[in-house]
């Protein structure tokens, strides 16, 4: 099955690469085409950019950034704040910059689908809402409200916002049980 991943405001293959390797040992084909692949998966804000022609039949939207009265920054700190001690975090940031400054048209595009809320709508495919239980961009009640409005599946996992760059088994893993509960 083809597989493409959609990444957030500041992400790239370089935070991929884990998760990539393990798609690819589940064999799963990884392609660049988002209106192709088979499963989609996004990240963070990459969920607003999945496309409405796809012809996917599973879409997993991770750590949409969904918190109403909570400021970006105050979310961003306590991302931080988790995050420094773990040595990876200083490579990851020097790459969020990068990424940042290199793919300013990507930035502003995903920006302007956010700041009108465009998510899939997409009724041919099965869309599971993942949130991280230590997610600061994430409220649960806020989710679990947006997946029961829009009839996805809403599926706590564990770890932070970025946990899908570091600890990629437990989402390939859950893809797979998807896929297997669903042949």
Same mark, same amino acid.
């Given at each position: 099955?083809?597989?493409?991943?959609?990444?957030?405001?500041?992400?790239?293959?370089?935070?991929?690469?884990?998760?990539?390797?393990?798609?690819?040992?589940?064999?799963?084909?990884?392609?660049?085409?988002?209106?192709?692949?088979?499963?989609?998966?996004?990240?963070?804000?990459?969920?607003?950019?999945?496309?409405?022609?796809?012809?996917?039949?599973?879409?997993?939207?991770?750590?949409?950034?969904?918190?109403?009265?909570?400021?970006?920054?105050?979310?961003?700190?306590?991302?931080?704040?988790?995050? !420094?001690?773990?040595?990876?975090?200083?490579?990851?940031?020097?790459?969020?910059?990068?990424?940042?400054?290199?793919?300013?048209?990507?930035?502003?595009?995903?920006?302007?689908?956010?700041?009108?809320? !465009?998510?899939?709508?997409?009724?041919?495919?099965?869309?599971?809402?993942?949130?991280?239980?230590?997610?600061?961009?994430?409220?649960?009640?806020?989710?679990?409200?947006?997946?029961?409005?829009?009839?996805?599946?809403?599926?706590?996992?564990?770890?932070?916002?970025?946990?899908?760059?570091?600890?990629?088994?437990?989402?390939?893993?859950?893809?797979?049980?998807?896929? !297997?509960?669903?042949?």
């Amino acid at each position: 099955m083809k597989v493409s991943i959609i990444y957030g405001w500041s992400e790239g293959k370089w935070h991929s690469k884990q998760l990539r390797k393990r798609l690819e040992a589940s064999n799963f084909t990884v392609v660049n085409d988002h209106k192709s692949a088979d499963i989609i998966i996004a990240h963070s804000g990459g969920c607003f950019l999945v496309p409405k022609a796809t012809s996917a039949k599973y879409i997993l939207l991770i750590g949409l950034p969904l918190w109403e009265n909570k400021f970006i920054f105050k979310s961003l700190f306590e991302k931080i704040k988790l995050e !420094t001690k773990d040595w990876w975090w200083y490579k990851k940031t020097f790459y969020h910059v990068v990424y940042l400054l290199a793919k300013i048209s990507h930035w502003l595009r995903m920006h302007r689908s956010w700041r009108r809320k !465009t998510l899939p709508e997409n009724s041919a495919s099965s869309i599971f809402l993942l949130r991280n239980n230590d997610d600061a961009f994430v409220n649960a009640e806020e989710s679990q409200a947006l997946a029961k409005e829009k009839g996805w599946q809403y599926i706590d996992v564990y770890g932070q916002h970025d946990d899908i760059w570091v600890n990629p088994k437990q989402y390939t893993d859950l893809l797979e049980s998807i896929l !297997t509960a669903r042949l």
